[in-house]
């Protein structure tokens, strides 16, 4: 059964740009969280969709949101990029919502603003 | 302000010794706790929970302690290996949202 994986790995973007970042779940998870890693905040919640609806939304600012497909494929865009959005974006995925000790996490994107 | 900290961001210990990590947490609404294990270019993976009705919790080498009253878990690993440096995680779970802490390095030397 294949991980979750995320796409692109590796990004670099400049300041005032927008991007979009890709996870595709494990199959037949409903479930996906997005999680930002930055060394000074660590891990921190950003939201959470099941069933193409967002069930949860973390302390960030408009710039950052989602969407899941029908499929469970989960996309989050950042607009207007600042310096201080260079960071490990995680997302994972569970079966259901609330599952949190069974959530399984993609390998990231590493986004850098210039 | 950070409800979950971890405030060692590294620790060395001995193969065969105990690793302590530790956590303190400020949200009494935290129901729910979580260790994670996250090594490079990989994303966390879990590796323990405890309930807040409980206070320890033990998987093979792995033990987890909770002590409500001081909003305090600590993860006890014995006996501690090579394989285990990596970075540690703790996270609390309430209102459907994961909280993290800023995660500890743990290296365990042959």
């Given at each position: ?68 497909f ?35 996490f ?9 | ?15 065969g ?33 405890i ?9 093979g ?12 878990l600590s993860?006890?690993i ?9 970075v ?23």
């Amino acid at each position: 059964k294949a991980g979750v994986t995320q796409t692109p790995r590796y990004l670099i973007k400049t300041r005032g740009q927008q991007v979009t970042l890709s996870c595709s779940p494990i199959s037949g998870h409903r479930s996906v969280s997005w999680y930002q890693q930055t060394p000074g905040q660590g891990l921190q919640f950003l939201f959470e969709y099941f069933s193409e609806t967002q069930r949860n939304k973390g302390n960030f600012p408009g710039r950052f949101s989602g969407r899941q497909f029908s499929n469970s494929r989960s996309e989050m865009n950042v607009s207007t990029l600042e310096l201080g959005d260079s960071a490990l974006y995680l997302c994972a995925s569970s079966l259901v919502a609330d599952r949190v000790n069974e959530q399984f996490f993609g390998p990231g994107t590493r986004l850098t603003v210039l | 302000d950070q409800q979950v900290k971890q405030n060692s961001p590294s620790l060395s210990v001995q193969e065969g010794r105990i690793s302590i990590l530790n956590c303190d947490y400020t949200n009494s609404m935290f129901d729910y706790f979580l260790w994670y294990k996250k090594y490079p270019a990989e994303g966390p993976t879990f590796l323990i929970s405890i309930s807040s009705i409980k206070d320890k919790n033990e998987d093979g080498r792995f033990t987890v302690f909770l002590n409500k009253s001081a909003k305090h878990l600590s993860l006890h690993i014995v006996p501690s290996q090579p394989g285990d440096s990596a970075v540690y995680f703790c996270a609390a779970y309430a209102g459907n949202m994961l909280t993290f802490g800023g995660g500890t390095r743990l290296m365990v030397k042959p």
